[in-house]
């Protein structure tokens, strides 16, 4: 899913191109994306005003018409070009035609996840999570403790930090040298004011190699460069100890146990259990079903 980093660099592309630009047309070709009565025409005839990133969501904001809000969920990704795209409602799900080129919505994959809202407030939709780039270490302490859960769990909650999910969780946690199950119960001052440093090192790290002229074509959970996600079995970056991973439901967790666990492998039954009941599924994954299921 994209996180913090793909989001901000998607928001950028799409503020050259589309800021200050007229949307002449919107084709929505999929039943399962538009979450909401409202439709996207009524900003057709409308100039973009602003971007916004809310949670993992991008959201548009236009002149005298409501916000179109965008999530990609795990394989929804964004395009842009130049001609005019009709989309076809299997791969390619919207199409939003501007005087400046065509913003197109993909989604890989028969489980259609990716959503779009138009509202009036784009706030509604956000979880509430802090914006973890501009909170001081104090703020993100008092956040990180205030529910007692394991620390891959703790980040990933949009509730409680915003744009934190699976794949940057692990390099975070590697950054800082902490284990993925360590509660935040445990957790000192000083690891936790590390663990600060390393959330803002890097997402904003992240953020400025995936910067680029082009538009993000290549926006994935895998990237090169990673230091332990997707990495089982590689050799960590930092020590060349082995990339390690505790698997629950259809979730995997990355770390070394070098740098972050004293040496202990993690992966047995009940550290999975424990991380599987502390973390069922991906909680925006959960609230998603949710609300398509009210909605339905
Ligand atoms: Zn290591």
Not at 78 to 96: E, I, M, N, V, Y
Request: overall charge positive.
């Amino acid at each position: 899913m994209p996180e913090l980093p793909d989001i901000t660099v998607y928001i950028e592309a799409l503020d050259a191109r589309i800021t200050g630009r007229t949307l002449q047309q919107a084709d929505i070709a999929s039943p399962f994306l538009l979450r909401t009565e409202r439709t996207a025409e009524d900003c057709v005839g409308r100039k973009v005003r602003e971007l916004r990133r809310i949670g993992k969501r991008i959201a548009i904001g236009f002149q005298d018409a409501p916000w179109l809000v965008l999530h990609l969920m795990i394989a929804g990704r964004l395009h842009w070009s130049t001609k005019a795209k009709k989309p076809d409602g299997r791969r390619t799900l919207a199409a939003f035609t501007f005087d400046s080129g065509c913003l197109t919505l993909t989604e890989a994959g028969s489980r259609k996840r990716a959503s779009l809202h138009v509202v009036e407030d784009p706030a509604q939709l956000d979880p509430g999570g802090l914006d973890v780039l501009t909170s001081s270490a104090e703020e993100f302490t008092r956040v990180l403790r205030s529910a007692n859960h394991t620390l891959k769990r703790s980040l990933t909650d949009p509730h409680l930090f915003s744009g934190i999910g699976k794949a940057y969780s692990d390099e975070i946690l590697h950054l800082a040298r902490l284990s993925p199950v360590m509660l935040t119960s445990r957790l000192s001052d000083e690891e936790a004011a590390r663990l600060h440093r390393a959330v803002q090192g890097c997402l904003t790290e992240w953020t400025a190699k995936l910067r680029t002229e082009e538009f993000p074509e290549k926006v994935t959970a895998f990237r090169e460069g990673m230091a332990v996600h997707g990495r089982y079995k590689e050799p960590c970056p930092v020590c060349g100890t082995k990339v390690q991973r505790i698997r629950y439901a259809s979730n995997e967790t990355n770390y070394c146990p070098t740098c972050q666990t004293g040496g202990k492998l993690l992966a047995d039954r009940a550290l999975s259990r424990l991380l599987r009941q502390d973390w069922p599924k991906s909680l925006e994954e959960l609230e998603e079903m949710r609300k398509h299921e009210l909605l339905i």
